[in-house]
């Protein structure tokens, strides 16, 4: 499998960015050890929309990196304790980005799991963000990493999901986006089992 190009990341429209994230393989090498996931589940933000942390065009120490051009990682801590994994997509100056809510261990399973100090394989390692990411050892220290460079976190072309089991829906947790929540623009494979649950 091969990196996914800069092209990839680059393109305008980010809830097809997140569809297109379904199969593809999030691989991550921290401190020599090499773990990887097939990306099941994805949810799309742009600055368009009031779930959005840049919602309207806003630029904190924190938004800053969503408003760089894609292919770049944004990680931010939710309620104090959870680190939270998202690509950067679009141009440079608009914010757009897609969370990876969970993906299917591919590589590595048994770290993973040491990891979340889990006993018993199952969805429970990497099924949600927060445990996704600290399966594959993201933390606040990879936030602004590049996925394109010869870094230590991307994403591979994986496998590819049929439409036909691709399902979209309004993501979870953002009920104070108002009518944005109800926008359909999570996305999941139908019948895997490591999915996050609402």
Known sequence: MTRLPESFYRADDVVKIARDLLGKTLVTRISGNVTAAMITETEAYHQSEKACHAYNGRRTARTEILFHQGGCCYVYLCYGIHNLFNVVTGKRGEAAAVLIRAAQPVV???????????????????????????????????????????????IESGEEVSQ????????IGVDYAQEDASLPWRFYVLGNQWISKP
Do not use: C, F, Y
């Open 164 to 171: 036909d089991l691709v399902r979209a829906t309004n993501r």
């Open 108 to 154: 590595g399973r048994q770290l993973m799991m040491d990891r979340r100090a889990l006993k018993k394989p199952g969805p429970r390692i990497s099924a949600g963000p927060g445990n996704l990411s600290q399966a594959l050892g993201l933390t606040l220290a990879h936030n602004k990493t590049s996925l394109v460079n010869e870094g230590n976190i991307w």
